[in-house]
């Protein structure tokens, strides 16, 4: 029988996972490595090194890899890149600086806007003009155009964004403008805003296309470098990119469109964990997944996560279909310090992978919720990565006293219990604005922990939230990589309206949904899927005539099958879920109209098929249980020990090679049919 394996891949802050499916026996495997930030494909290919040698695979029948990165993120965070051009109509040279009027952060006087991408002096204005109607008013000029392409060769730019007035509606002048260009300086990494957004609104097309243009050159080369190492390999299949909607780019359009890969690992813990929660009966699920560096949070309602169509990355407006996912500086990592105030705080700083915390012995100087976990013995010093990266507690409670519990006048324990506390206060306020934006109550959720650090937080966390249920996924770690595993390739085409329903408005509805499934038809056969795999989801976002922003409605067949009574009510039901209210006289304007074009992949099963091992005896340890249970003596499983059916109660630390899942006294736990841990409260 010969096998066949796919390969998912997520590249963290501070850890590399990997899950590795063998198709033919059903397997599933799960193995992580430290990241290397100044260099992530080196990562990749280290772990790939490694699971090839472990499990004998001859590279060539790796089948698919999916990968997850964070290089667009992190350009965005710490601005390494180069400034970028842009040109743009006449009259808008300063929309990137302008914005809008709003200020996210009222009373603070000291925040201040981030510096636009490409500075004044290399924003250029072109006479051109096309209006509301996609009519051409100005004629493009072309030694305008010209002009700006010398200056910035001279200027060495080489990243340039196009971003003309209504190119939404009449694409021409930025095509044309983008051929001059590349005419006269060839190796310019252009974007156009009618490729990237084609969408109204001004700001937030161009403030998304050059978010684009400056992460591009630098995705372009890391892509090539990760290419580069997959093939040196022997891995002869092309690597996928997950993007933010948690769908799937191939490399060129990755290379080409790099915005959409922002949230491209927490996207994809999403779809791991919504697939999970299905599997496991648990449609209703608030996903946190504590990490190395930070925690990401996402709400999913009956089996569905929720989507957003525009968010702030940054401190700039990124528009394009998202996974609402929201992040804080919260994880493994997080270093604990004291304000000047004497108060003490974890985060949002961190460790990250190098050096790490002061346990891993790499050079770490500060103290981390990592290295407090492990001092309140809830960490097995050498059982992180399966025994592969053993710590020093001695070394963490040696720094700790001295950085921390000294100067605050506390033992060792309770400035450790106190570092943990913090840190799961601030992700348990990101839980209850998660839900509450939503107008939900988080306890009527389960809880879904995840990541490295997810599980061991879970109840703390759930202290303060109230949730009634935990889950937590076997493999918890490795949930993201397992998550592009269950991903499909996907890819979204958009064209905006703006008319209301008594203004013909339902017919220019289905005349540019016409339109998009003639780029969605395209799109197939461009990326040569077979018709069985071919699937198109439908998007209305529409909003009261009057309103700023729209909401969207996702039809359950064909907009030409749906009669605009039946896309009103929809409407109507879909605003009062999202808001609380309905007015059902209001006009209704359409603004978008949206297809996702997706190829349906054969999806590996959740869970792994092996056997567990019942032989070995859970061992124990003190643990440090809170200040109301204080130390107790816990039983320690490995996870491998504990089949479908088993239960147990608390105190009780179950380790693993990804993670660790620490359980209190006040908690029952059962493995669920779906070999997920589930702890409730003891009532």
């Given at each position: ?23 033919k ?20 290919g ?75 002096s ?7 003009r ?11 000029d ?39 260009i ?10 156009l ?26 995705m ?10 997959i093939?040196?390999?022997g891995?002869?299949c ?21 915005v959409?890969?922002?949230?491209s690992g927490p ?24 990490g ?25 407006p990124?528009?394009?279909p ?22 003490l ?6 460790a ?8 891993y ?5 500060d ?12 960490l ?20 700790l006293?001295?950085k ?29 604005s ?8 988080p ?6 922990a995840y ?8 109840a703390?966390?759930?202290e303060?939230?109230?949730s ?17 595993l ?17 203004n ?7 005349t540019?949904?016409?339109q ?61 879920a ?26 590996p ?22 200040s ?40 029952n736990?059962?493995?669920d ?11």
């Amino acid at each position: 029988m010969n096998t066949s394996w796919r390969i998912g891949v997520d590249v963290g802050g501070t850890f590399t996972d990997f899950t590795l499916f063998e198709e033919k026996k059903n397997y599933l495997f799960n193995f992580k490595t430290p990241s290397t930030p100044a260099e992530p494909a080196e990562a990749v290919g280290n772990g790939l090194i490694y699971l090839i040698e472990k499990y004998s695979i001859d590279p060539s029948t790796i089948q698919y890899l999916g990968h997850g990165t964070t290089v667009a993120l992190n350009m965005l965070l710490e601005r390494r890149a180069k400034p970028i051009g842009l040109i743009t109509t006449k009259g808008f040279r300063d929309v990137l600086e302008i914005g809008r009027q709003t200020r996210p952060n009222l009373y603070n006087y000291e925040i201040k806007r981030p510096e636009p991408l490409a500075k004044r002096s290399h924003r250029v204005e072109i006479p051109e003009r096309i209006d509301a109607d996609g009519m051409v008013t100005l004629p493009l000029d072309h030694e305008a155009v010209e002009q700006a392409a010398l200056k910035f060769m001279r200027d060495d730019i080489d990243a340039i964004a196009i971003c003309f007035l209504h190119s939404y509606k009449n694409a021409d002048h930025e095509i044309k403008a983008a051929e001059i260009i590349k005419n006269s300086f060839p190796n310019a990494f252009l974007s156009l805003s009618s490729e990237v957004l084609p969408e109204f609104r001004e700001y937030e097309r161009t403030s998304t296309t050059a978010v684009n243009t400056y992460v591009g050159p630098r995705m372009q080369l890391y892509i090539q470098k990760l290419k580069e190492r997959i093939a040196g390999l022997g891995v002869k299949c092309s690597p996928y990119i997950i993007h933010s909607n948690g769908g799937l780019l191939t490399i060129p359009m990755a290379t080409k469109f790099p915005v959409k890969t922002c949230l491209s690992g927490p996207a994809a813990g999403v779809v791991g964990a919504t697939a999970i929660g299905i599997e496991a009966n648990q449609k209703n699920l608030i996903a946190f997944d504590v990490g190395g560096t930070s925690t990401d949070v996402s709400l999913v309602l009956d089996g569905k996560p929720f989507f957003t169509i525009e968010r702030n990355i940054a401190g700039f407006p990124i528009k394009s279909p998202s996974i609402d996912v929201s992040a804080i500086g919260a994880g493994g990592g997080s270093i604990a310090w004291i304000d000047d105030g004497g108060a003490l705080k974890v985060g949002p700083q961190s460790a990250g992978a190098d050096p790490g915390p002061i346990a891993y012995n790499k050079g770490g100087q500060d103290i981390t919720l990592t290295d407090a976990n492990l001092i309140l013995g809830r960490l097995n010093p050498n059982a992180l990565l399966a025994g592969e990266l053993p710590m020093d507690v001695s070394a963490a409670k040696l720094t700790l006293k001295e950085k921390i519990a000294k100067p605050l006048g506390l033992s060792v324990e309770d400035a450790a219990a106190g570092i943990v506390k913090i840190a799961a206060a601030g992700i348990s306020r990101a839980i209850r604005s998660v839900a509450s934006s939503k107008g939900l109550n988080p306890m009527d959720f389960s809880l879904f922990a995840y990541g490295g650090a997810g599980p061991l937080l879970g109840a703390v966390v759930n202290e303060e939230v109230g949730s009634r249920v935990i889950v937590i996924p076997s493999n918890p770690g490795t949930i993201c990589a397992r998550g592009i595993l269950l991903s499909d390739r996907s890819f979204d085409f958009v064209q905006t309206v703006l008319a209301t329903l008594e203004n013909n408005g339902w017919e220019k509805t289905l005349t540019a949904f016409k339109q998009l499934t003639c780029k969605a038809d395209h799109w197939f056969k461009l990326e040569n899927i077979p018709v069985h795999s071919q699937v198109v989801k439908y998007y209305i976002e529409a909003r009261y005539l009057g309103q700023s922003f729209e909401v969207r409605v996702s039809p359950t067949i064909s907009p030409r099958e749906l009669t605009q009574e039946q896309f009103v009510e929809a409407f109507d039901t879909e605003h009062k879920a999202q808001f609380g209210y309905d007015i059902p006289n209001r006009a209704i304007e359409i603004v978008n109209c949206r297809i996702e074009a997706i190829d349906r992949n054969n999806k590996p099963p959740i869970r792994k098929n092996l056997e567990p091992s019942n032989n070995a005896q859970p061992s124990q340890r003190s643990v440090y249980c809170g200040s109301f249970f204080g130390w107790k003596n816990a039983l320690i499983y490995n996870r491998d020990q504990l089949s479908i059916g088993n239960s147990l109660k608390g105190p009780a630390i179950i380790e693993e090679m990804s993670s660790t899942t620490f359980v209190p006294p006040n908690y029952n736990v059962s493995i669920d049919n779906t070999n997920d841990i589930v702890m409730e409260i003891i009532q």
